[in-house]
C-alpha cells in the first residue's frame, strides 16, 4: 500500500480518523455546554485520567474543539516539570488569554469587553509575560496584587461576567496536568472553587495520569469533590476493530478476519497501539485485503517502532538504580506488585528503595493504584523493559 495514503495517526495527541468509544466523555462536555446556553449556572468540571496511550491529548483537544465551536473563552496549555515549565505555564496561560480576549474583541459589542482587556492586560504583567499586549491600558487595581490564585480570581470574574451576557463559558484546558507546578495547581483549583460559588461560568478541563486526582487533593483537600472525574481506559473489542476498520474502508481497503483479530489482541486495545500496528500494516502490506500474515509482519515493524520511539524515550530519563527498580517491577507477574516485593527481589529494605520510587512516580513513569502498591503508567512498558535487559544480559 502507498505510504503516503497511510489512513492511521500513530503520534502524540495525532487525532484519528475515526475518534470510537469516546462519546460518553464528549457528552460531558456537551453537558456543560447547554447548560451555559440556558443560564442554568455551572455544573462540575471535569478530568480526564488514564494511562499513556489511552487518548487524552486527543479527547481533550477534541473538547477544546467542541467549546471553541461553541464560542466559548478557551485557553489550552500543556503543563511539564520544573522551573522552567513553571515559567512556560504561566506565559502560555497569558498568551492564551490575550489570543482568546483578541478574538472576543472582534466579535463582540459588549461595553464591559474594555475591563476584560484591561484585566487581561494586568495578569499578564503580573506572571511576568507583559510582552504579550492587548494595545489597552492595564488596569492597576485588577489582576495585579501578585498573587497568583488572586490575580487569577480577578480574571475570571471579569471574563465570567463579560461572558454571561452572551451565555457562553470560560474554560482553561490543562494536558499533562499532574505536572503543574504546586502555585499554579492550587490558584487553580482554588479559582475553581470561587467561580463554582460565585456562580462564574468557569471551567478548568484537566487531563493526566491516574495520580492526578490525588495530586489534586493533596494540594486543596476539597479538589477531587469539586471535579467529575473521568477515567479514560482501553477500548472494547469492537471498538478496536472500529479504530482499524473505518479508516482503511475510506480508502478502499479492507482486513480478512485473522490479521484484524491479530492486530487488536497485540495492541491490547489502546489507542495509540491501535494507530502504530494499524500504520504498520499499511505500510508493509503489498495489497488489500490485509491477510494474517501480513500482520504478524506488522507486529514486529509496530513494535520496532514502539520500542525505538515510545518506550526508548521513557527508559533513557531513568537513572541506573531506577532501572534496577523497573527491572524488579517487570519480573513480577502481579501488575500492580507491592513496594515490599521489589523490595525483596532486589533483597533490599523498601526504605532505601524510597528515593528511586519516588523520583519514578515524579517522572510519571509509575504510580501508585493503591496504598503500598505501584504500576507502570506506560502500557507494555514492563515488556520492553524485559526485551532490553534480556539484550543486555544476552
Request: proline share 5%; charged share 25%.
Amino acid at each position: 500500500m502507498q505510504a503516503a495514503l497511510d489512513p492511521y495517526t500513530p503520534g502524540s495527541g495525532k487525532p484519528p480518523q475515526a475518534l470510537v468509544g469516546r462519546d460518553n466523555d464528549i457528552d460531558a462536555l456537551d453537558a456543560l455546554i447547554v447548560r451555559a446556553a440556558r443560564g442554568l449556572g455551572p455544573a462540575r468540571p471535569i478530568l480526564l485520567t488514564g494511562l499513556r496511550g489511552v487518548g487524552k491529548t486527543v479527547l481533550l483537544n477534541a473538547m477544546m474543539d467542541r467549546a471553541a465551536a461553541e464560542k466559548w473563552f478557551t485557553v489550552k496549555i500543556e503543563a511539564s516539570r520544573g522551573k522552567a515549565g513553571a515559567v512556560r505555564a504561566r506565559r502560555a496561560i497569558a498568551a492564551g488569554l490575550v489570543r482568546a480576549s483578541m478574538a472576543y474583541r472582534a466579535r463582540s459589542a459588549v461595553a464591559a469587553v474594555g475591563r476584560m482587556l484591561a484585566t487581561v492586560s494586568s495578569f499578564s504583567v503580573s506572571v511576568g509575560a507583559d510582552s504579550f499586549s492587548l494595545g489597552v491600558e492595564r488596569d492597576p487595581v485588577r489582576a495585579s496584587t501578585g498573587s497568583l490564585d488572586l490575580d487569577l480570581q480577578d480574571v475570571v470574574a471579569d471574563v465570567s461576567g463579560v461572558l454571561e451576557q452572551e451565555r457562553v463559558a470560560f474554560v482553561i484546558l490543562v494536558d499533562e496536568m499532574q505536572d503543574l507546578d504546586g502555585e499554579l495547581l492550587s490558584a487553580l483549583i482554588t479559582t475553581q472553587h470561587e467561580a463554582s460559588q460565585r456562580d462564574w461560568n468557569f471551567y478548568v478541563i484537566g487531563a493526566g495520569l491516574p495520580s492526578l486526582p490525588g495530586k489534586l487533593a493533596t494540594a486543596k483537600s476539597y479538589a477531587e469533590r469539586m471535579f467529575l472525574v473521568r477515567r479514560i481506559g482501553r477500548l472494547n473489542e469492537a471498538e478496536s476493530r472500529r479504530v482499524l476498520v473505518e479508516p482503511a474502508e475510506r480508502m478502499g481497503a479492507s482486513f480478512e478476519e485473522p490479521a484484524l483479530t491479530h492486530l487488536v489482541n497485540i495492541s491490547g486495545r489502546y489507542p495509540y497501539f491501535l494507530q502504530e500496528f494499524g500504520s504498520a500494516i499499511w505500510r508493509i502490506s503489498p495489497r488489500s485485503p490485509f491477510t494474517g500474515a501480513d500482520a504478524r509482519r506488522a507486529e514486529a515493524v509496530g513494535l520496532a517502532q514502539l520500542d525505538a520511539m515510545f518506550f526508548a524515550a521513557r527508559w533513557e530519563r531513568v537513572t541506573p538504580a531506577e532501572r534496577e527498580y523497573l527491572g524488579a517491577m517487570a519480573e513480577e507477574v502481579d501488575d500492580s506488585p507491592t513496594s515490599t516485593a521489589i523490595a525483596a527481589r532486589l533483597n533490599r529494605s523498601a526504605q532505601s528503595l524510597g528515593p528511586a520510587r519516588a523520583n519514578l512516580i515524579n517522572k510519571g513513569l509509575i504510580y501508585a493504584p493503591q496504598r503500598g502498591r505501584i504500576a507502570f503508567t506506560v502500557p507494555g512498558f514492563g515488556q520492553y523493559i524485559a526485551r532490553q535487559m534480556a539484550q543486555e544480559q544476552g
